[in-house]
DNA sequence: TTATTATTCAACAAATCAATTGAATAATAA
DNA sequence: TTATTATTCAATTGATTTGTTGAATAATAA
C-alpha cells in the first residue's frame, strides 16, 4: 500500500529519470555532443558516430522523448536539434563532473594523446586580443556547418579535409591555433600533426564553442531565418 | 576494425555515460537527493525512500562506483554523502532541465497539491530581511541532521514529528514561513497544512537550501570537526 | 507511373538492470 | 565467547535496453 506522498514523490523521480536514461547510453551521448555543435541529419550523425541509421534513429527518438532534441522533416532529410540551448549547458555540465571525478578520462586523453601533438597551453585570455592584431591565425577545422552554428570571433572556417588544399594560403611564420569540437574531439588534434608536419608552428585549442560561451566569451553566428 | 579514434570516443563517451547511468533510476535519483541534504545512514536512506536495506545498498553502489559518492564506516553504521559539492549541483542542473523540458512533472506537482495548501508565492528576495526584522518565522521542518548540515539563516529547526509540540510556542499572529528540501519534498506541505488547521498563517517556501545556494544566497551551517 | 533515397518500424538475440530473498560479514554488546 | 544489529554479497526472476536485420513509409526524381 502506497501512501500519496510516496506515489507523488515516485512520479517525480521517474520524470528526472527519464533525462537520466537518456543520457546512460555512450553513442547517445557522442549524439548529443555531435547536436551541440549544431543541428544535422540522421544520416550525418549516424555517420560522424559511427552508427547504423537505424540504431542510429532509435537513439534519436529517445532522446527526443526526453524532449531533449526535436526533428522537422526538409524535403528528404530529417534534421534533428537541440530542443534548448540549455541542453547544451546540461551536456557540459556533465562532462565537467565527469572529468572532475573520474580519473579515467584524463588517462584515457593522454593515452590518445601519447605520441601525438603536445598540448601546449593555449592562453585563452589574450588568444581574442591576438588574432585581433593579427598576431594569430585562428583556424575552425569542423565541418562547415558547425562553423555557421557558431565559431570564435576571428576564426577562419577550414573543414579538416580542406586543410591541405589552403596550406599554400597560411602565413608561414605565423602561430596557428587550430580548435575543433573540444576536449574530446580528435579533428584539431589532426589538423595540428598535419600543420607541423608542414612546417608550421601549429598549437591545438582545446577548448570548443561551447566551452567559450560558458566562459562567457562572445561567440558569433550566422543565424539562419527560420 | 576500429580506427584509434574510434576507440579513443567510445572509451571517452563511456565514462560519460558511467554519471548518466548513476542517474538513470528513479530511485537512485532520490537517494542523491536525499544526500545532496546532509550525509546519511544506509538505515536511513532506505527508510526514507521506501527501499529495502539491500536494495539500497545496491544503489549505493552504483553511486560510489560512479563517483558521485563516497561511504564511512563509523561504528554500527556506514554514512553515505555526496563525493562533491559540484554533484548537488549537478543534480540541481538535471532537475532544471526536466521541469523545463518535461510539462509532466508540472501536472504531477499539480495534482498532487491540489486541494493541499495552495502555493502563495513567497517573496524570497525580502525573506531574508523580514526574519532579521521578526515580521516572519521561518521553520525548517526537516530532520534535524540536515538542519545542521546546512540552514536558510534565521530558520529554526522544528522536524514535522516535532511540531505539534512546539505548536504553543508559535507567535498566533505572525505570518509562519515554512521550507524543507525543495519543490518536491512534501514535508513542508504537511507543516503547513497542520498549522493552517490549528489556525496560523502559514505558507510554504517552495525552494530549499540548495536553491537558495545555488541563487547565491547565504546559507549557514554546523560544520563538524571531522 | 516507377525508381531512388532517407528514415523509421518491427522483430529478434544478447546483455544489462531492478528488486527480492536469504546468507555472509563486520562491529559492538552482553 | 555468543548474540545482536547494520550492511553487504550472491543468486534469482522478470523487465528493459542495445544493436542487428530486413521490411515499411515518405519525399523526391525520372
Known amino acids: 500500500m502506497k501512501t500519496p506522498s510516496r506515489a507523488f ?5 521517474e520524470q528526472f529519470a527519464r533525462i537520466g536514461k537518456a543520457v546512460s547510453s555512450p553513442k547517445r551521448l557522442e549524439l548529443l555532443d555531435l547536436l ?3 543541428e544535422k541529419t540522421v544520416e550525418s ?3 560522424e558516430a559511427g552508427l547504423t541509421l537505424a540504431n542510429t534513429s532509435q537513439h534519436l527518438q529517445v532522446l527526443r522523448s526526453a524532449r ?4 522537422e522533416r ?3 532529410y530529417v534534421t534533428y536539434r537541440l530542443s534548448d540551448p540549455m541542453v547544451c549547458e546540461f551536456f557540459r555540465s556533465m562532462r565537467v563532473l565527469a572529468e572532475n571525478r573520474l580519473a579515467e578520462l584524463e ?5 590518445f594523446l ?3 601533438e603536445g598540448m601546449e597551453p593555449v592562453d585563452r585570455e589574450s588568444l581574442l586580443q591576438r588574432v585581433i592584431e593579427g598576431h594569430v591565425t585562428l583556424l575552425d577545422v569542423r565541418p562547415e556547418g558547425e562553423y555557421r552554428a557558431g565559431h570564435i570571433p576571428g576564426a577562419l572556417s577550414v573543414p579538416l579535409r580542406r586543410l591541405k588544399e589552403i596550406l599554400a594560403d597560411l602565413p608561414p611564420e605565423q602561430e596557428i591555433v587550430a580548435y575543433c569540437r573540444g576536449p574530446y574531439c580528435v579533428l584539431s588534434v589532426f589538423a595540428v600533426e598535419m600543420l607541423r608536419k608542414e612546417g608550421f608552428n601549429a598549437v591545438r585549442l582545446e577548448e570548443g564553442v561551447q566551452d567559450f560561451r560558458a566562459m562567457g566569451l562572445p561567440i558569433d553566428s550566422e543565424k539562419e531565418a527560420r
Open 9 to 13: 514523490k515516485d512520479a517525480v523521480y
Open 36 to 38: 551541440c555543435q549544431s
Open 45 to 47: 550523425l549516424a555517420h
Open 68 to 71: 531533449l532534441v526535436d526533428s
Open 74 to 76: 526538409e524535403g528528404l
Open 107 to 111: 588517462m584515457i586523453k593522454r593515452r
Open 114 to 116: 601519447n605520441g601525438r
